[in-house]
C-alpha cells in the first residue's frame, strides 16, 4: 500500500522528543578532546572606523587561545554572491578592514577553552570608533533610492495609466511593513574543525552545499576539501539559508588554533548575524470598474538593503502581476542604502512582503465598491498568468476559495465594519488571496537495498524541522515497494549526492523527485537481476511482469511466483542506484507554475484598548499533492502563527540617531506566544499536475502568505480604522 | 569567566552577616532577573548569597485581618494562595499576568520587588545609561521610547517600573519588612521604590546590606472587589504597555471608597491619589470615572512614542472601573 499521501509520524520524532537528535551547538566533540569556543564581539556603531582594538586585557584572561581581529584574520577571498551563492546573501568580507558597515558587524573574535572564559574575554576587548553618521533607517535615505535594472527591472503590462484614467474607481494607498528577524528556536551554531586535509564544518545551515562552495570560494580551497554537514536544524526560516558571517569566523578560528572551534550567536547576536527581511514602503494603485474588474495595478516599493549593497537585492513586487488578470499592471522597486546587514530571504521575500499591500488594497477596494472582498477576488482570477501570459500548470484558487469560505462560514459576515460584536469586542473577518511560484533544484539521490531487506535513501539536502526526513522516507519507500519502516532517510552531509537548499519552498518537490527516481531505478536494477538469476522463481520473467508490493516481488497474475528483496540480495550483495531530479527550464516554460492558497481569519478587537486577538484561522491550500498531511499541516500552523508575528507584534526597532537594533531580545521583539495562537485549520485542495514531478509544488511559503494580509483585513472590518503600518500594535488602534 | 563566589545561607542571621561584611554581595531568590543581569555584565557580584533555604515561605494570617507573606514565597503560590485569592484578588490577578508560567515558578515575592527595568538602553552595554553607569546620560530620551513612563519621570532617567505585582502591592498599601544585621525596618511600599531624580541608580529605600523579609498586607476590605487589567503588545508574557490594579465600594451610586494603582507608566509603582481622591463621593458613572483618570494623568509627560499611554491609561482605568462596577472581581 502507498505510503505519500499518508499522515505518518515523523520519523525523526523519537529522537527530538528524547532529547537524542543532535543540534549542531550538543555535538560531543571529537574524539581529540579538544573543542574550544569562540564568541564574537560585535561593533557598538553602525558606521565608521575602528581606530584601536585593545585587546591585552582580553589576551592574559584565563584560558584564551586566540584573540582574532582584522589585523591578523586570514585573507579571504570575495565570494561573488550571485555565482557562487545565488542571490540575496551578505558576502561583505568580515575582519578584513577597520570598515564598520552596521552594529553588530563583528570586529573581533575571541577563542578559549570554554565558553564561560571566551564570554568574559570577549566582553573585555576595548574597541574604539571614528564614528560616522549612519543612514539609520529607509526613511532618513529616501531621498538617495536608487533602481536596479538589473535585478528589479520595473514589470510593464499594458497601459496603467490609461488603466487608472479608465477605472470608475482609484485606490491609492501606501503602506510599510517593518524589518523583522527570523529568530529559529536554535541559533546560528558552526562547530570547524580544519586540517591539512580536510576542513569539517558542522553548521546549522538550510544549505550545505552553499556552505561549502562559499568556504571553499572565500578560503582559497577546493571544494572537496570541505565537508559541510547539518543534520538536525532548529527552524530557519530564510536567515540560515544566507551565506553570513557566524561560519567564516569559525572557520578562521579553527584554522589559527589548529582545534575544533565552536561559535554559537547569542540571542542577541541573531538581530545582526544572519540578516533581515527589510523594511519597505509600497503605494499601490488599483483602477477598478464599477463592478470590480480591475483595469490597472500599480506597485511602487522601496525597500532598503545594505550600506554596502553586495548582493542583488530583493525585487518585493516581482510577484505583484500574478494573482489577477488585470490587462494593466506595473510594478517597480527602488533601494535604499542603509546602515544594516544584508536582508536576506525569510519566509516568503517576494510574495510574503510585496503581496501584503495589493492584498490589503484589494480589501480597501472591495469596501469602497461595495462588493464582497471574496467575491471581488473571484471576479478577478486570472484565467492564466498575466506575467508570463502562460496557462497555469494547475491551478485550485477557485477550489481554495470555496472550500475555505464554507469552512470558515464566510457568507455569514456582515459587510458593514463594526458591524459584528462578541460582548464587549469587535468582531472582525478577513480574508486574502496567497500564491506562490512552485519550483524545484537539480537534486541527487541514492538509494541502497541491504541483504536484510531494509533501505536508506541518502539526499544531501536538510531537514529544517518541516520534516524531510519523513517525506524522503515515505517517497523512496513507495519508490521501491518496501514497507516504510524498512527505509531510512539520511540528509545533511555533503559527502551524500548533492541536494539543493531548503528554501524557497523547493525541498519537497526537489528531495521528493529525486528520491523516486533513484527508488524507481533501484527496483527495476533488482527486478533485472532476479529476472536473470537462476535461484530465483523470478527467473527467466519479464521485467516488464515483475511486481512489488511490500518488499515481495512477483510475477503478474501469479502472487506465488516470487521472493522478497532480502531473499534476492542475500545471493547479490548490496545493490544501489542513484536518481538525479533536474527541474524544468524557467526559459522556455510552456506553463506557470504556482502554488495557490486562501486565508480566512476572524479577530476580535477591544474597541477600548486596541488590543487584537486573532480568535480563528482558515487555510485553504492548493500545493498539487501532499506527500505527509501530517507534517503538511505543522508546516501550515508555523506559517499561520508567522503571519500573526508579521500582522500583529514583530518588529524590529532601530534607534534613529545611531542605526542600531533596540529591542535586541525576546521580551522587546514580541514573537507570537501561545496565547496568541487561535485553532488553525489547512484545508489541502490536491490537484495533480502533468507538469510537475509528483504534483508537489511546496507549502514552505504559501503556508504564511496571504495571513498577514488576512488579519490586516478582518481588523478594518471590525473597527472600521485601516491600519496600514505594520505591525498593528494597541496603540495604532486607540 | 567572571568568577563569583556562591553560598547558600542557611539561616537569616548567616546571610545578613555575609551581607555586612562583604563587599558586592547579591541575594540570589528565583535569580530570574538577577542571572540574567550577570549574564548581561550589568550586574557583577563578587558573591551570591543564595537565599531560597531560608524560612521565609510561609503566608500567615495576621491578627485583624492582613496577612504576612514571606519574602521567598514563589510568585505561583501567591497567585494560588486561596486566602489572597479572597481578600486581595487584584494581587493574585497582578502575578499572574507577569512573566511565564515557568518564571512565576521561580520568582519569588523579594525579587519581584526588586526587579530591574526593562528599559532597552539599560540592557544595551553601548548604550549611555544613568541608571547603569551614573553619570552616563540617557539614551532612552529621544530614542525608541515607546516603553518609556509618563508619570514620574526625569531629565536623568525615563524609566518604567516593570513589576505588576508591586502595582497591586502599591494600592494595597502593603508594608515591606526589611532585617540586616541593625535590626528589623518596616518600609510603607509607597516608600520602597524611589522616583529616578538625578540618582536613577538608586531605585529603592533598601539598604546595601538589608534582606527582604516579608511583605504585610494591611486588611483591606475594599480589596474583597478589586481587579487588576494589563495591556500589552501580545495577549501574554508581555511586560505592560499600561496597567491598573483598582478596588471600588460602591453605595447608592456614589463611590464610597476607591483605590487605584498604574503600571507601565511610573517610574515605580503608581498609586494613583488623585484619580482616588477625584472618585472619592463621585457618582460611580463614566464620566466621574473619566474624570478621575484625567485628574491623575494631567501630570502625564510623554514624548511622541509614548504619548499613546496617557490615552490609553485613561482608558485603561475606566474600563477597569466599569467592570469593577459590573463583574467584581471575578476574573
Ligand atoms: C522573560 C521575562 C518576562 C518577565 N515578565 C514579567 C512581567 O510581565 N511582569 C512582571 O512583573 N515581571 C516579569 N518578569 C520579571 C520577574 O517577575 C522577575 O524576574 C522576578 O519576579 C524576580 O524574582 P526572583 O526571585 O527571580 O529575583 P532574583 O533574580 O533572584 O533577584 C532580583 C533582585 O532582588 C534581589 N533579592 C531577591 N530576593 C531578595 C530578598 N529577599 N532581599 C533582598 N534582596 C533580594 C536580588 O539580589 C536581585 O538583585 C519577567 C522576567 C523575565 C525573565
Ligand atoms: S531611561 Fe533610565 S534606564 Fe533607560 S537609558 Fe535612560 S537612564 Fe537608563
Not at chain 1, 644 to 672: C, K, M, S
Request: proline share 6%; with cysteine; glycine share 10%.
Amino acid at each position: 500500500m502507498s505510503v505519500v499521501g499518508r499522515p505518518i509520524a515523523r520519523v525523526e520524532g523519537r529522537l527530538k522528543v528524547t532529547g537524542a537528535a543532535r543540534y549542531t551547538a550538543d555535538l560531543p566533540q571529537d574524539d581529540g578532546k579538544d573543542l574550544v569556543h569562540a564568541v564574537a564581539v560585535c561593533a557598538a556603531v553602525a558606521k565608521g572606523r575602528i581606530t584601536s582594538i585593545d585587546a591585552r586585557q582580553a589576551r592574559a584572561a584565563g584560558g584564551v587561545l586566540e584573540l582574532i581581529t582584522h589585523h591578523n584574520a586570514p585573507r579571504l577571498r570575495p565570494v561573488p554572491a550571485q555565482e557562487v551563492l545565488g542571490p540575496a546573501h551578505e558576502t561583505l568580507l568580515v575582519l578584513q578592514d577597520d570598515r564598520v558597515h552596521y552594529s553588530g558587524q563583528p570586529v573581533a573574535v575571541v577563542v578559549a577553552d570554554t565558553l564561560e572564559n571566551a564570554t568574559h574575554a570577549a566582553s573585555l576587548v576595548r574597541v574604539e570608533y571614528a564614528e560616522e553618521r549612519p543612514v539609520a533607517t529607509l526613511f532618513e535615505g529616501i531621498d538617495d533610492a536608487f533602481d536596479s535594472p538589473r535585478y528589479a527591472p520595473p514589470t510593464t503590462i499594458g497601459d496603467v495609466d490609461r488603466g487608472l484614467a479608465d477605472a470608475a474607481v482609484v485606490i491609492d494607498r501606501t503602506y510599510t511593513t517593518p524589518a523583522q528577524h527570523h529568530h529559529p528556536m536554535e541559533t546560528m551554531a558552526t562547530t570547524v574543525r580544519w586540517t591539512a586535509d580536510e576542513v569539517t564544518v558542522h553548521v546549522s545551515t538550510q544549505t550545505i552545499s552553499m556552505v561549502r562552495d562559499g568556504l571553499a570560494t572565500t578560503f582559497g580551497l577546493r571544494p572537496e576539501q570541505v565537508r559541510v554537514v547539518s543534520e538536525f536544524l532548529g527552524g530557519g526560516f530564510g536567515g540560515k539559508a544566507a551565506w553570513c558571517w557566524p561560519s567564516v569566523v569559525t572557520a578562521m578560528a579553527a584554522r589559527l588554533t589548529g582545534r575544533q572551534v565552536r561559535l554559537v550567536t547569542t540571542r542577541r547576536q541573531m538581530f545582526a548575524a544572519t540578516g533581515q527581511r527589510p523594511h519597505s514602503v509600497q503605494r499601490v494603485r488599483l483602477g477598478a470598474r464599477r463592478d470590480g474588474v480591475l483595469t490597472a495595478i500599480a506597485q511602487d516599493c522601496v525597500g532598503e538593503t545594505s550600506a554596502f549593497y553586495d548582493t542583488p537585492p530583493f525585487y518585493i513586487g516581482a510577484a505583484t502581476p500574478v494573482p489577477y488578470g488585470c490587462p494593466n499592471i506595473r510594478t517597480t522597486q527602488r533601494f535604499v542604502k542603509v546602515n544594516c546587514q544584508t536582508p536576506v530571504p525569510m519566509r516568503s521575500p517576494v510574495e510574503g512582503v510585496g503581496l501584503v499591500s495589493v492584498e490589503s488594497a484589494m480589501d480597501e477596494l472591495a469596501a469602497e465598491l461595495g462588493v464582497d472582498p471574496l467575491e471581488l477576488r473571484r471576479r478577478n482570477y486570472a484565467e492564466r498568468d498575466p506575467n508570463s501570459g502562460l496557462p497555469w500548470s494547475s491551478n485550485g484558487l477557485l477550489e481554495c476559495y470555496e472550500r475555505g469560505a464554507r469552512r470558515f462560514g464566510w457568507p455569514e459576515r456582515n459587510p458593514e465594519p463594526r458591524s459584528m460584536r462578541d460582548g464587549r469586542y469587535l468582531v472582525g473577518w478577513g480574508m486574502a488571496t496567497a500564491i506562490r511560484h512552485a519550483g524545484s533544484d537539480p537534486t541527487s539521490a541514492l538509494v541502497r537495498l541491504g541483504a536484510d531487506g531494509r533501505a536508506v535513501v541518502q539526499i544531501g539536502s536538510q531537514d529544517l524541522g518541516t520534516g524531510t526526513f519523513t517525506i524522503m522516507t515515505q517517497v523512496a519507500a513507495d519508490a521501491l515497494g518496501v514497507p516504510v519502516e524498512m527505509m531510512r532517510a539520511e540528509l545533511g552531509d555533503t559527502d551524500l549526492p548533492t541536494g539543493g537548499g531548503s528554501f524557497g519552498s523547493h525541498t519537497a518537490a526537489s528531495v521528493a523527485a529525486a528520491a523516486r527516481l533513484a527508488g524507481e531505478a533501484l527496483r527495476a536494477k533488482v527486478i533485472r537481476i532476479a529476472v536473470a538469476d537462476e535461484g530465483s522463481p523470478l527467473s527467466g520473467a519479464s521485467p516488464d511482469d515483475v511486481l512489488v508490493d511490500d518488499g515481495y516481488l512477483f510475477v503478474r497474475g501469479d502472487r506465488s511466483r516470487g521472493e522478497r528483496y532480502a531473499q534476492i540480495l542475500r545471493r547479490n550483495r548490496l545493490q544501489s542506484a542513484t536518481g538525479d531530479h533536474t527541474p524544468p527550464p524557467r526559459e522556455g516554460a510552456t506553463v506557470a507554475r504556482w502554488a495557490f492558497g486562501a486565508d480566512f481569519t476572524e479577530v476580535k478587537v477591544d474597541p477600548e484598548l486596541g488590543t487584537v486577538r486573532v480568535t480563528r484561522h482558515v487555510k485553504a491550500i492548493e500545493a498539487g499533492r501532499i506527500i505527509n498531511p501530517r507534517t503538511a499541516r505543522s508546516q501550515v500552523i508555523g506559517g499561520v502563527v508567522m503571519g500573526i508575528g508579521q500582522a500583529l507584534t514583530e518588529a524590529t526597532e532601530v534607534d534613529r540617531r545611531d542605526a542600531r537594533i533596540t529591542n535586541a531580545g525576546f521580551w522587546g521583539y514580541h514573537v507570537p506566544v501561545n496565547a496568541d495562537v487561535p485553532d488553525i485549520e489547512a484545508i489541502f485542495v490536491e490537484r495533480d499536475d502533468p507538469h510537475i514531478p509528483g504534483s508537489v509544488k511546496g507549502l514552505g511559503e504559501i503556508a504564511t502568505i496571504g495571513t498577514a494580509p488576512a488579519i490586516l483585513n478582518a481588523v478594518f472590518h471590525a473597527t472600521g480604522k485601516r491600519v496600514r503600518d505594520l505591525p498593528i500594535t494597541p496603540d495604532k488602534l486607540l | 569567566m567572571r568568577s563569583f563566589s556562591y553560598l547558600s545561607a542557611p539561616d537569616v542571621e548567616t546571610a545578613l552577616r555575609v551581607i555586612a561584611d562583604g563587599e558586592g554581595v547579591k541575594f540570589l531568590g528565583g535569580g530570574t532577573n538577577l542571572v540574567d543581569l550577570m549574564r548581561e555584565g550589568i550586574e557583577r557580584p563578587a558573591t551570591v548569597v543564595d537565599i531560597t533555604r531560608l524560612p521565609l515561605t510561609g503566608i500567615e494570617e495576621l491578627p485583624g485581618g492582613g496577612v504576612r507573606v514571606g519574602a521567598l514565597v514563589r510568585n505561583s503560590r501567591l497567585a494560588a494562595d486561596l486566602l489572597i485569592r479572597t481578600r486581595y484578588p487584584v494581587l493574585a490577578q497582578a502575578v499572574l499576568h507577569g512573566a511565564s508560567a515557568q518564571l512565576r515558578n521561580m520568582a519569588t515575592v523579594g525579587g519581584n520587588l526588586l526587579q530591574r527595568t526593562r528599559c532597552l538602553y539599560f540592557y544595551d552595554g553601548a548604550a549611555a545609561c544613568n541608571k547603569r553607569a551614573p553619570g552616563s546620560g540617557c539614551d532612552a530620551i529621544g530614542g525608541f521610547s515607546r516603553g518609556g513612563a509618563i508619570l514620574g519621570a526625569s531629565e536623568h532617567c525615563v524609566a518604567a517600573h516593570p513589576s505588576d505585582m508591586a502595582v497591586a502591592l502599591a494600592m494595597l498599601d502593603a508594608v515591606v519588612e526589611v532585617e540586616s544585621v541593625r535590626g528589623v525596618r518596616r518600609i510603607p511600599i509607597a516608600d520602597f521604590h524611589r522616583l529616578p531624580g538625578d540618582t536613577p541608580h538608586i531605585e529603592t529605600a533598601l539598604a546595601a546590606d538589608e534582606l527582604i523579609t516579608a511583605v504585610e498586607l494591611p486588611p483591606v476590605p475594599v480589596a474583597a472587589n478589586s481587579r487588576y487589567r494589563k495591556v500589552r503588545d501580545r495577549a501574554s508574557y508581555a511586560f505592560a504597555l499600561v496597567s491598573v490594579a483598582a478596588a471600588l465600594n460602591v453605595e447608592d451610586g456614589v463611590v464610597t471608597e476607591a483605590r487605584l494603582a498604574l503600571g507601565g507608566v511610573g517610574t515605580k509603582p503608581w498609586r494613583a491619589t488623585e484619580a482616588e481622591r477625584a472618585l472619592l463621593g463621585a457618582p460611580a458613572t463614566e464620566d466621574a470615572f473619566r474624570r478621575a483618570a484625567e485628574a491623575e494623568l494631567a501630570a502625564a509627560v510623554a514624548g511622541p512614542q509614548n504619548a499613546f499611554k496617557i490615552e490609553l491609561a485613561r482608558r485603561t482605568i475606566v474600563a477597569t472601573l466599569r467592570r469593577l462596577l459590573t463583574e467584581g472581581s471575578a476574573a
